[in-house]
Nanobody, 124 residues
Framework: QVQLVESGGGLVQDGGSLRLSCAVS????????MGWFRQAPGKEREFVST????????RYADSVKGRFTISRDNVKNTVYLQMNSLKPEDTAVYYC?????????????????WGQGTQVTVSS
């Protein structure tokens, strides 16, 4: 099994930056891609970004494109989400997830393992 632990969340001001980390353990190399999702109070969980382990190919939601950057360290088995120019609407619990399919994941259901989440709050 793959275990995921997020860290790096906190309180930042409008326009500030924050970097989230996702430590991966267990059957590390069984995952094809990693993703970040977020969920605000009373709202559905939404896609943020995805990256493949081998090729490092990335994808971003339109709402964060140009502001957020996803990356991975294959040696440290860690995935990062660098968040710049943060806005109050970015406030949410951010989740790390792992996909095990042989193709690029198409949605949340394609991710089999999830972390506990880390809170990100952006003040206005």
């Amino acid at each position: 099994q793959v275990q995921l632990v997020e860290s790096g969340g906190g309180l930042v001001q409008d326009g500030g930056s924050l970097r989230l980390s996702c430590a991966v353990s267990g059957r590390t190399f069984s995952a094809y891609a990693m993703g970040w999702f977020r969920q605000a109070p009373g709202k559905e969980r939404e896609f943020v970004s995805t990256i493949s382990w081998s090729g490092g190919n990335t994808r971003y939601a339109d709402s964060v494109k140009g502001r957020f950057t996803i990356s991975r360290d294959n040696v440290k088995n860690t995935v990062y989400l660098q968040m710049n120019s943060l806005k109050p609407e970015d406030t949410a619990v951010y989740y790390c997830a792992a996909a095990f399919g042989k193709k690029w994941p198409g949605g949340p259901n394609d991710f089999g393992s999830w972390g506990q989440g880390t809170q990100v709050t952006v003040s206005s």
